[in-house]
């Protein structure tokens, strides 16, 4: 296969892949760790005017959609990508550390969150996948 194609397919698979991952931990997160009493977290909006009543473990849901997502998509991408694995890893971090930073601006949070969000899930988290990833590939 044309290398400059797999590349594309990489990129687009780990986005993809991570978007979904993300996506499918927020859906879950309120029957994991069910949302204040008066929370309404199915708008932006309805989010925004509750977030007060959020309590630390609230979090933990968004953090993993996070970090998991930016894992895998990052992963899937070293694993795909015909050369510079590392580089399209770390394009995926941050593909997702973008929509981190957009998610912080439009969604008022703690701090505390705000910085290990935007500190622990994207950039290590794709460095770890791109390290596990060329691990896996030299062993095979």
């Not at 400059?4 to 993809?16: D, E, M, P, R, Y």
């Not at 590392?86 to 949070?109: C, E, R």
């Not at 701090?111 to 899930?121: E, K, Q, V």
Request: with cysteine; proline share 6%.
């Amino acid at each position: 296969m044309n290398p400059i194609f797999k590349n594309i397919i990489a990129v687009i698979a780990g986005f993809l892949c991570g978007s979904l991952l993300n996506g499918g931990i927020i859906m879950i997160s309120g029957s994991v760790i069910p949302p204040p009493n008066g929370a309404d977290v199915t708008t932006m909006e309805g989010l925004r005017a509750s977030i007060h009543l959020f309590e630390p473990k609230h979090f933990l849901m968004p953090f993993l959609a996070h970090a998991l997502g930016t894992f895998a998509g990052a992963f899937l991408a070293a694993k795909i990508a015909a050369s510079h694995q590392m580089k399209f890893a770390m394009g995926i971090g941050i593909l997702f550390l973008a929509g981190g930073i957009t998610n912080v601006i439009l969604l008022p949070s703690p701090l505390w969150f705000s910085i290990l969000d935007i500190a622990g899930a994207y950039i290590p988290m794709a460095y770890l996948a791109y390290k596990l990833a060329d691990s896996k590939k030299t062993e095979s």
